[in-house]
């Protein structure tokens, strides 16, 4: 035992003669003394630390006539997350064991804390925790939960474009629709064809086509908002949902961009791709109960767009005006 510790003053049960049971404050200060837990007894209104355990005081040192804050996360004052009025009741009774997990300022480390009010030698309610070093687990736990993120990430980006896929699309999609009806704002949705891009693969090879690809989906992610969503819907075909824009905002959007797209060049080896697009666009209204109604509509600008003769925007405006306007 160091000497700046309290010794614990517990009773000392004699056993039957000749009985080898250790209960005596010996006994029990090895037993704490070895546990491979920080064990730690502190005041509830001074937050003196009055005992800590060998394997506490080993790790964050000296305890004697300092603060659980001070010595164990290195702080200014009491710890915002500290659990003491979770450990007594109203009528100042012991609440019972609360049980958290969180990871040290210090050392770190993670630990599985188990705070209880219990009754001290001199009869007052002091806070008792026991602490064990579950850092493998969580590391273990935190690994999986990015091996699930990413997993879910993959699931719903486009590979070659980083943007979202299909699949995203849809599920974002019916989230902004169904937003759009609820607060009765404008939800605006662009169908994206690449002109000629057989030609492109045809002339300069797969890979050329796929940097074309990865190029124009640059110029995209470069426009949008975040709260827009632009996806890669599958071959060369993309598509943007734009909350709050109605029919004047989506035409100038889209325009925009078939004249950045026009503008722009594809540099591959040696040579020099101009892409080229086709839009179709339609905002939504208070009928469209599906995704797939906008898709109907701005499908059809779209092909109207090639049957005129490519690189254009067209509109196909709904029946019904368009919810939010
Ligand atoms: N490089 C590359 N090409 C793709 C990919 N997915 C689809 N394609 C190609 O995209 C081309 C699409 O050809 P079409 O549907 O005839 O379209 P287009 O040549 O752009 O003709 P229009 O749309 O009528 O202007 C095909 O050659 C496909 O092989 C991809 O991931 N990478």
Partial sequence: MT??????????HEGPAGSS???SAEGLQAILDNLDALVYVADFDTYELLYMNAYGRQIWGTIKGRKCW????NGNGPCEFCSNQLLINDDGSPAGPHVWEFQNQLDKRWYQCRDQAIRWTDGRLVRLEIATDITERKEMELELQRAHEKARQ?????ELTGLHNRRAFFSFGRQLLSQAHRYKTPLALITMDLDFFKQVNDT?????GDEVLRHISGLLRERIRESDC????????????LPEADTARATDMAERLLQMIRESRVHYRGHQIQPSASFGLTVATGSDQHLEDLMVRADR???RSKERGRGQV???????PPSGQ
């Avoid at 000497?3 to 614990?8: F, I, N």
């Avoid at 993959?154 to 486009?158: G, S």
């Fill in 154 to 158: 993959a699931a719903l980006t486009d």
């Fill in 301 to 303: 600008a779209l092909y």
């Fill in 230 to 241: 632009a996806a890669r819907m599958g071959g060369e075909e993309f598509a943007l949902l």
């Fill in 204 to 208: 300069h090879g797969h890979e050329a």
């Fill in 70 to 73: 001070a010595v164990l996360q």
């Fill in 3 to 12: 000497s700046d510790t309290t010794p614990l003053n517990l009773p000392t």
């Fill in 21 to 23: 049971e250790i209960t």
């Fill in 314 to 320: 067209s509109v196909t405006i709904a029946e019904t």
